[in-house]
């Protein structure tokens, strides 16, 4: 399908602008009506139907109904993928089989099955399995609203808001996933935890859509997902509602502007058109060609990213496959109402299922382009994500390289290259929090992963309205009167497989080392490089704030011509945090692998998610800290880097009633990659350019 979109295309009434605009948009039109998907395509509509149509027929479950949680690519062989990638010449590629992964529910068990829908009039089930460990598939949306229904015909629950003086109109209750706590459930009838147990948890909107600033405090509703039943009802303690005053965040309903000249209106013009090319998924811009998948679970899926490199005379791979593989988000209150908030964002509720369509102009620049992902309701049927992913060249007016020479009696020598990145971009709004997730592609080579976090804090209602009325650990900030911003933290953990110049990479820490000064000279001390090279995954469980070292992906057959092996460097970047709970708590166990930023194990088809393939009420018997607990060789091998950005996050006034965005993330930068630095092969920007007096460039809600 082609689902790319301009966003600018076609309604820039400069002259000088649509001309390459309009030629780069019909041949992308052309181009993506390909012969066959490649093979890393996402699913298409129609083979979504096709999945749905095989499994409903299928006399493998025969209980009804039946449900589906996650449908997605069950990926060729990878060794196939890279021969069909290497084959440059499209006569001589031939047609990967299409293979889906399905995960329904039906007579309370998980059903796991492989369908073949490489003919989509014709598909098969190619296997099936039930799942008998602990732990549930993603939430569907259709099953948080009908348990949401559920409380608002229930007879405690009209009591409890006419007790609080409530207008019933006004009350939501989102699903909150309850993460597990062995044999101490939530509910005196279930059995250890295996359950698919989810709390509904009140706000009060009315004035304000800013619900999370008006929580409903004191309850505890649990629902039975599979019986569809609140099996508990608690209401414990009655707190004042916070105010809606002061919470409104839509344009219109804030106050006016700043004291100072109000910023003015800025976008993004390229004068020339896009420098980028999408063909299908696939993008090449400057060095980088990659493909831009979409997977319900993790949203965004970059693959087969390489540089194509002038030098060397070919194109050099870097990373395989990459995506989140899990968001884990611990609140740090141990009260009844709160213990159990230990979201696993990505496993729990889907990050491409919550990564709505982006703002034309707002969320992404007017200069990008956009591309659609789909997911399967809970039917089996295909839904829409529209613009879901933004790509645009970012320029934020800084510089890649420069130097100025006044050496030279003479003269001055000024050169510089502007910095120029190719973005793709998802945003995520996973309950209260957004999750702005960016890979950045640098013509140096580097990639750049942002992780931007902003929304609307998870707050908590309480009897106080000052600081000084507080005596015991409030687990928060007063942010506002009977308000508080409660402790929390947030790992967003990557998977890269790596593949620098190759399949088999190693994992190699340079570690700064202080030396005594024995030369004679007058210096004591200096530092010098002590070179490791990880033998086993113990060898690669590494904290990065601990770690005096540059953390290093080397391909040890390949040798620059100065013979230096060829690699990666891992720069952590602002956000490093990593978990203070005790390893015996029951979210840590669900989430262990938190306790180190980086990891690195031998590459296994089916070890994807952090957490397990089952995230939901996980027991933290599968997941990468088991996995890596394994200590299997990484030498030379197939290796996958897991890193996780982490923050703990105390909340301050300043994130009420919203949250300014707060970045951080990290960068695979080129080690010895190169034989010299690519960035001088940028075009020096032009100083000046003939603009029309009157470029009217309108890209809002333009969907052609
Ligand atoms: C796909 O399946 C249909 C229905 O069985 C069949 O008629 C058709 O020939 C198949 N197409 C291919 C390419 O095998
Ligand atoms: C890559 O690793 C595999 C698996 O250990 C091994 O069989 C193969 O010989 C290695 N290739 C190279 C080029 O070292
Ligand atoms: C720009 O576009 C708007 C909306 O189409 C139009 O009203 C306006 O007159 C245009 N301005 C110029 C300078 O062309």
Known sequence: MSSLRGSCVGVCRSSLAMFPLILLALSILTTAASSHPHPLDPLSPAEFIAVRAAVLASPLISDRPLTFHYVGLDEP???????????????????????????????????ELRVDITNATAPTVLSHAVHHGAGFPMHTIEEQFEAEALLF??????????????????????????????????????????????????????PTPNLYARPIEGLTVVVDLDRMAIVKYRDRVVYPVPKAEGTDYRAGKVESPYNGPTPAP????????????????????????????????????ISLASIHDVEAGARRRVLYRGFVSEVFVPYMDPAEEWYDRTFLDTGEFGLGITAFPLQHGADCPANAAYLNGYYADQDGKPVENKDTICIFERYAGDIAWRHTESAFPDRLITEARPDVSLVVRMAVSCGNYDYILDW???????????????????MKGTDYTHADQIK??????????????????HYITYYLDLDVDGTNNSFVKN???????????????????????????????????????????????????????????VIPGGATAASVLDDDDFPQRRASYSKKQLRVTPYKRDEKWAPGLYADRSSG??????????DRGIRNEDIVLWYTVGVHHIPYQDDFPVMPTMSGGFELRPANFFERNPVLKMRPPRLEYDLPTSVNCSCAGNSS
Not at 88 to 102: D, E, G, I, K, Y
Not at 274 to 292: P, T
């Open 77 to 111: 062989d990878k060794t196939d993928v890279l021969s069909y990638a290497e084959a440059r010449s499209s006569s001589s590629r031939a047609a990967l089989p299409r293979h889906a992964f399905v995960i329904t529910r039906a007579g309370g068990q998980s059903h």
């Open 472 to 489: 015991q650990d409030a687990h928060g900030t007063l942010l506002s009167e009977n308000t508080i911003g409660v402790y929390h933290d």
């Open 153 to 206: 015909k229930h007879v405690s629950f009209v009591e409890s808001v006419r007790r609080r003086g409530l207008d019933m109109d006004d009350v939501i209750c989102p699903v909150f996933s309850i993460g597990w706590f062995g044999d101490a459930g939530p509910s005196e009838s279930e059995e250890k935890g295996q359950q698919r147990l989810v709390k509904l948890v009140c706000f009060m909107a009315g």
């Open 621 to 630: 018997n599968d997941g990468l800290a088991m996995w890596s607990g394994r």
């Open 440 to 458: 950045e592609f640098k013509t140096s080579g580097t990639i750049k992963f942002v992780v931007s976090m902003t929304g609307i804090l998870e």
């Open 266 to 301: 800025g976008v993004v013009l390229q004068p020339e058109g896009r420098g980028f090319h999408i063909d299908g998924h696939l993008v090449r811009w400057a060095n980088w060609e990659f493909h831009a998948g979409f997977d319900m679970r993790a949203g965004t899926v």
């Open 511 to 569: 570690s700064i080392t202080t030396k005594r000064n024995t030369a004679g000279t007058p210096r004591k001390s200096y530092w010098t490089v002590r070179r490791d090279v990880a033998e086993t995954e113990a060898d690669a469980q590494v904290d990065v704030n601990v770690a005096a070292a540059d953390l290093l992906i080397v391909n040890p057959n390949k040798k620059t011509r100065m013979g230096n092996e060829v690699g990666y460097r």
